[in-house]
């Protein structure tokens, strides 16, 4: 149930992003355009720090085994 937590929030990061980009693209294209490169960053740091997390609770996982 924690992975598709986790995959939710990087989803929603990425929707959230493209929206607002799309919304300023009409009337401030350098603002869209700087928001859909922010938010590609931050959707590329969240999935990094997701999957991160997930291989390290993994290698403490097979630790205990």
Same mark, same amino acid.
């Given at each position: 149930?924690? %992975? =598709?937590?986790?995959?939710? /929030?990087? *989803?929603?990061? =990425? +929707? *959230?992003?493209?929206? *607002?980009?799309?919304?300023?693209? @009409?009337?401030?294209?350098?603002? @869209?355009? !700087?928001?859909? +490169?922010?938010?590609?960053?931050? $959707?590329?740091?969240? !999935? $990094? *720090? /997701?999957? &991160?997390? &997930? #291989? %390290? &609770?993994?290698?403490? /996982?097979? %630790? #205990?085994?």
């Amino acid at each position: 149930m924690k %992975r =598709w937590s986790n995959c939710l /929030t990087v *989803l929603g990061i =990425w +929707v *959230l992003a493209s929206l *607002l980009a799309i919304a300023y693209i @009409g009337s401030h294209p350098y603002l @869209g355009l !700087a928001i859909a +490169v922010l938010g590609g960053i931050a $959707f590329g740091v969240a !999935a $990094f *720090l /997701t999957y &991160e997390a &997930e #291989q %390290r &609770e993994k290698k403490n /996982t097979d %630790r #205990q085994d």
